[in-house]
């Protein structure tokens, strides 16, 4: 495994916790980036990681992510993430839930979970028995499952990217391809559904896959037909580094706007986007919306509260496609260079709610 210090992806991260607890069967990373403007709050994901060391790459790649969104979104937050390594569909138990909160628990405020893919409120339901410092719980005021503000976001920032680049204030028979139909994905695909898109979509879950099917009507197919169908828009909502110097040149798509974290492999992907004439949205910018509901229901946020601080994600990225367009430079390029001079600046006195 590499040294911390020395991978690639530290990017000065504050605190990198390695959780080893044979008796509950967990192991784990918690990764907290930065906390200048407030406790980090990050997602706990947990899945089947190929090796310790991809398990570390992806948690530190995801809490540098988290860092960028919260600040964007304009709340109270540093960024962090933290990964189980393990298969959420038989590796679950109390045990080890209760020995993350434990893990958790024992960083004293510095990182607030919440779900992400392989968790659900339910697990951190277990994990609160043993840690204060969770959210995303389901049936209390400032909780509950944040994927519906996740995916709303993404909607309507599907609709200003559509409205920038084609001119049009609908998604009538426009031609939107979903990778991945977990909770965020198939409320994605609901709202575009239900807006007149025709939704074509893949996941290697069936199950995901035939209730899309049989409660959306939408079509199904394999991953491999998705990236290289023809579409208007393509909305990557599973894991990340889809977009890469393999899978760039097959897509046929004009948008890409989805709800996945690090949709890039390598900077180098947004150069490649940006030459095929590809108008990228960045992930961090535009998926914010599940951030924005947690912080607000801990900080007593109302549900309109919450529904300002979502619609304000659009705004923030027509402010970002403008000033791209007008550089010559892409959007990431200007949404990094924003979300680095909130990091570095002040701590904000409010949370904001308009296009930063």
């Known amino acids: 495994m590499n040294n911390s210090f020395t991978h690639p992806e530290f990017a000065d991260h504050e605190r990198v916790v390695f959780v080893n607890d044979k008796a509950a069967g967990l192991q784990a990373i918690i990764a907290v980036h930065n906390t200048q403007q407030g406790p980090a709050i990050g997602g706990c994901r947990m899945w089947p990681y190929e090796s310790a060391d991809a398990a570390l790459t992806d948690v530190l790649r995801l809490s540098r992510g988290m860092t960028y969104k919260n600040a964007l979104a304009g709340i109270n937050s540093g960024g962090g993430k933290s990964v189980i390594i393990g298969d959420p569909q038989t590796d679950k138990s109390p045990t080890l839930f209760k020995a993350m909160g434990s893990a ?15 968790t659900s409120p339910a697990d951190m339901a277990i994990m609160a028995e043993s840690t204060s410092h969770v959210a995303g719980l389901e049936g209390e005021a400032n909780s509950g499952d944040p994927s519906p503000s996740t995916a709303l976001g993404v909607f309507l920032s599907i609709c200003e990217a559509v409205s920038y680049r084609f001119c049009r204030s609908d998604l009538v ?30 996941d290697i879950n069936e199950n995901n896959c035939r209730r899309a099917s049989d409660e959306l009507s939408i079509g199904i197919v394999s991953n491999d037909e998705l990236l290289t169908g023809h579409c208007d828009v393509f909305a990557p909502c599973a894991l990340g580094g889809v977009l890469n110097e393999w899978s760039i040149p097959t897509l046929k798509t004009t948008v890409i706007a989805g709800a996945a974290n ?5 900077q180098e992907d947004d150069r490649r986007l940006a030459d ?33 601080g979502v619609a304000a994600i659009a705004a923030r990225l027509k402010s970002v496609l403008t000033e791209a367009d007008s550089r010559g430079i892409s959007p ?16 904000n006195d409010s949370v904001s709610t308009v296009a930063a």
């Open 104 to 118: 958790i628990e024992s960083l004293g405020g510095r990182y607030i979970v919440a779900e992400d893919s392989g």
């Open 173 to 202: 028979g426009l031609r939107v391809h979903i990778q991945g139909l977990g909770k965020v994905g198939f409320g994605l695909a609901k709202l575009l559904v239900d807006s007149g898109a025709i939704v074509v979509a893949s």
């Open 262 to 266: 690090n949709q890039l492999l390598t």
């Open 276 to 308: 095929a004439g590809i108008l990228y949205c960045p992930d961090y910018l535009i998926n914010a919306g599940g951030v924005v509901d947690v912080y607000q229901r801990i900080h007593g946020g109302t549900q309109v509260d919450i529904d300002a």
């Open 332 to 347: 990431e390029k200007v949404a990094q260079e924003r979300a680095e001079k909130l990091i570095s600046g002040p701590k």
